[in-house]
């Protein structure tokens, strides 16, 4: 009798399991599902792309933000903004600064779940440009930062954005190009896939291991690895009231941001997003550019990672004002070297000017 059940019980958990693997297996968005989501909504438009004949597994290597992130942020000091009274409608850091071309650029991050190290990397380039006034155009290596940050997670595995600015303030990161160029000392050298149907690039497989940490530029760059480094100078989490991100984009330009992605987002061709249907894939990373409205309809711009052939070439949009799948409560960025007098500044002395005397914390060093 016993023998019974428990042949019962272990063919019932096979065909369980069994079915687990073969659901698994099963392309995550289907024609129906994309057909419900334009039904159910006006916003955006859904549509088919590369990700309808991939896995749920294979859709969720690609989201490399680790829920710890989430926690990291926390305790980063906010940078609180005094927010001017007349906010434009309408803001793209493409237009505000055009001799910065890296605002323009969308990059790929292949087979890889490095999201969080490209949000970050796209950001500071663009950051570097707009302090130094268009005078230092560099495109930052998220090779460098993704195969060498220790800290910063597990690689092609997923990784921590706060922990991503934070090796740019600490470590420095070196210039890098994209995919197959030779530009910068270490460009990234994982191949730029198809994430859509029509595309131009060969499909992307099964995710890439992590780049091997080489602290090595290219043969054909002629600055050694050490003195190509830039660095930043004071991280930062921005407070999540849409004024106070406004103002942010609109003082230092681009920040990286991370949000919670559904089965539904991959299927994003155009409009503005709102989670309609579908399940948690896992943490994605991006880079936030500007805002405005679109059909009475308040959005932010971001460019994603996936390439030129994704969403509106490349960029989405996604409703602004009610922290959309957690967008406005996890964004980061830093100052860097180019900012001010070569990362200082001066402040008036004698009036407490913005409370700044009445602040001042201090220790003393244990010797040894």
């Not at 997923?158 to 991503?164: E, I, L, S």
């Not at 131009?200 to 995710?207: A, F, I, M, S």
Request: with cysteine; proline share 5%.
């Amino acid at each position: 009798m016993h023998l019974s059940i428990c042949f019962i019980l272990c063919v019932g958990l096979a065909i369980v399991s069994s079915r687990d693997v073969e659901k698994s297996k099963r392309p995550l968005f289907s024609e129906n599902f994309i057909s419900h989501i334009n039904s159910a909504q006006s916003k955006w438009k859904a549509g088919p792309n590369k990700f309808q004949t991939w896995t749920k597994s294979a859709v969720k290597r690609l989201m490399g933000v680790h829920k710890d992130h989430f926690i990291q942020i926390k305790n980063l000091d906010p940078i609180v903004h005094e927010v001017p009274n007349d906010l434009p409608t309408n803001f793209d850091a493409r237009e505000q600064w055009p001799n910065c071309p890296s605002i323009k650029e969308v990059r790929d991050q292949g087979s890889c779940g490095s999201c969080w190290a490209f949000g970050a990397v796209e950001a500071m380039s663009d950051r570097i440009c707009i302090a130094s006034k268009g005078s230092k155009i560099v495109h930052i290596s998220a090779e460098d930062l993704v195969s060498c940050c220790k800290l910063c997670g597990s690689g092609c595995n997923g990784g921590f954005p706060t922990a991503a600015w934070n090796h740019y303030r600490l470590t420095g990161l070196v210039t890098g190009g994209n995919y197959n160029s030779s530009e910068g000392c270490e460009p990234y050298t994982i191949a730029a896939c198809d994430h859509h149907v029509n595309g131009t690039k060969q499909p992307c497989g099964d995710e890439q291991p992590t780049p091997h940490c080489t602290h090595k530029c290219i043969s054909s760059y002629s600055t050694p690895y050490e003195k190509d480094k830039h660095h930043g100078k004071s991280v930062y989490s921005v407070r999540s009231q849409q004024e106070q991100i406004q103002t942010e984009l609109m003082n230092n330009g681009p920040v990286e941001a991370s949000f919670s992605v559904y089965s539904d987002f991959p299927t994003y061709q155009s409009g503005v997003y709102q989670h309609t249907a579908g399940s948690f894939l896992g943490g994605h990373a991006v880079k936030i550019l500007g805002w405005g409205v679109e059909n009475s309809t308040p959005y932010w711009l971001v460019a994603n990672s996936w390439n030129e052939d994704w969403g509106e070439k490349g960029f989405f949009k996604i409703i602004r004002g009610s922290d959309e799948c957690g967008i406005e409560s996890s964004i980061v960025a830093a100052w860097n070297e180019d900012w001010g007098e070569k990362g200082f500044f001066k402040i008036i002395r004698g009036s407490d000017e913005c409370g700044i005397e009445s602040s001042i914390v201090a220790g003393e060093p244990k010797l040894d």
